[in-house]
């Protein structure tokens, strides 16, 4: 944790779990195979954040070290769940994160399908 992440009590600003939960994101797709360039934009389509919630459990703090988890929730025919398990490196549970993951197409920015080939990786990873 950098002192820029937290609070003049050296507690994490409750916003930066969001944050934390998009590198977690990331890392996620990264590690299923999706490439965002490849796999999204160069077909046309995006996703953007259409709910995101955090329920905060235990502090992080200066320096802690820190994991996310991330795992497949709720699919939908346009949308789908991720939930994250912020935890600290000594096993502390520090908080519970979600995000729908709405498609849209990139010209319109209207909610359109998941791709068949992007919804059987997410499937994939659902049933792991």
């Known amino acids: 944790m950098r002192f820029g992440e937290t ?9 930066n779990y969001l944050l934390f939960a998009e590198v977690g994101r990331i890392a996620f797709l990264r590690q299923l195979g999706v490439v ?8 046309g389509v995006d996703f ?3 709910e995101a919630r955090v329920r905060y459990q235990a502090p992080l703090r200066f320096d802690d070290e ?24 000594d096993g502390m549970h ?7 993951q709405v498609m849209i197409d990139r010209k319109s920015s209207r909610a359109r399908r998941i791709p068949a080939e992007l919804r059987q990786i997410l499937e994939r990873a659902k049933g792991a």
């Open 66 to 89: 820190y994991d996310v988890k991330v795992r497949v929730g709720e699919m939908r025919h346009s949308s789908w769940t991720l939930e994250y398990a912020i935890d600290r490196a």
């Open 48 to 50: 953007t954040i259409g």
């Open 94 to 100: 520090c908080a519970d994160v979600s995000t729908i």
């Open 36 to 43: 965002y360039e490849r796999d999204l934009l160069a077909h």
């Open 7 to 15: 609070d003049l009590q050296g507690v994490v600003y409750y916003a």
